[in-house]
């Protein structure tokens, strides 16, 4: 059974930067979509970016395209999110979440994905 463990969240000022990584354990020999999703107070869970094991796509939604990356490092089994030049309303609980899949490009709802880290708290004070 996959489990994800998520880490690297804190405070930090706007403009700065900040790297989640997600520890994955149990996976089968198969492709996965892996998702980063953030959800605020009173705010629905909404994707960040995901990757598709499968052949390395990505996606972003559009408020983090070119500040945010994500990147796989299999020999880790690790997923990470690079956030750079972070802005208020990044604040959020981050969480990674997977879900296998046989081609890409991944869904961006939550609902399709059944395997969920515990969160990690990111908060960019102005």
């Known amino acids: 059974q996959v489990q994800l463990v998520e880490s690297g969240g804190g405070s930090v000022q706007a403009g700065g930067s900040l790297r989640l990584s997600c520890a994955a354990s149990?996976?089968?020999?198969?492709?996965?979509?892996m998702g980063w999703f953030r959800q605020s107070p009173g705010k629905e869970r909404e994707l960040v970016a995901s990757?598709?094991?499968?052949?390395?796509?990505?996606y972003y939604t559009d408020s983090v395209k070119g500040r945010f990356t994500i990147s796989q490092d299999t020999t880790k089994n690790a997923l990470y999110l690079q956030m750079n030049t972070l802005k208020p309303e990044d604040t959020a609980i981050y969480y990674c979440?997977?879900?296998?899949?046989?081609?890409?490009?991944?869904?961006?709802?939550?609902?399709?994905?059944?395997?969920w880290g515990q969160g990690t708290q990111v908060t960019v004070s102005s």
């Open positions: 979440a997977t879900y296998r899949e046989l081609t890409s490009p991944c869904n961006v709802y939550a609902a399709t994905y059944d395997v």
């Open positions: 149990g996976y089968s020999s198969s492709t996965y979509c």
């Open positions: 990757f598709y094991t499968g052949n390395g796509f990505t």
